[in-house]
Nanobody, 123 residues
Framework: QVQLVESGGGLVQAGGSLRLSCAPSIRSSSTHMAWFRQAPGKEREFVGG????????YWADSVKGRFTISRDWPKNMIYLQMNSLKPEDTAVYYC?????????????????WGQGTQVTVSS
């Protein structure tokens, strides 16, 4: 069982930046990891993902060009750098692993989830 721990959330003004971190408890065999978010009253949605082997990234249109994902292989961590934040980015952000090989954008393709970290962007 892989446990994922997110950190780095907080309150920021519109236009600001935050960096989220995701630390798996063990080095997962998952080929991909991803970030999802869930705003109050909405479905959990894909934000971005990364291939841990090749570094290819995948993005939701709503964050493309503003967010980046990076991985630190020795530290076994991934990061979500969020720039030019907007109020509509406000949500609980979740790290996901245990990718099953299907659509990287689909939450059904991930077996392990963190507890989430709150990101609030004020206008």
């Amino acid at each position: 069982q892989v446990q994922l721990v997110e950190s780095g959330g907080g309150l920021v003004q519109a236009g600001g930046s935050l960096r989220l971190s995701c630390a798996p408890s063990i080095r997962s065999s998952s080929t991909h990891m991803a970030w999802f978010r869930q705003a109050p009253g909405k479905e959990r949605e894909f934000v971005g993902g990364i291939s841990l082997l090749g570094g290819t990234t995948y993005w939701a249109d709503s964050v493309k060009g503003r967010f980046t994902i990076s991985r630190d292989w020795p530290k076994n961590m991934i990061y979500l750098q969020m720039n030019s934040l907007k109020p509509e980015d406000t949500a609980v952000y979740y790290c996901a692993a245990g990718y099953n090989g299907g659509n990287v954008h689909s939450r059904e393709e991930y077996d392990y989830w963190g507890q989430g970290t709150q990101v609030t962007v004020s206008s």
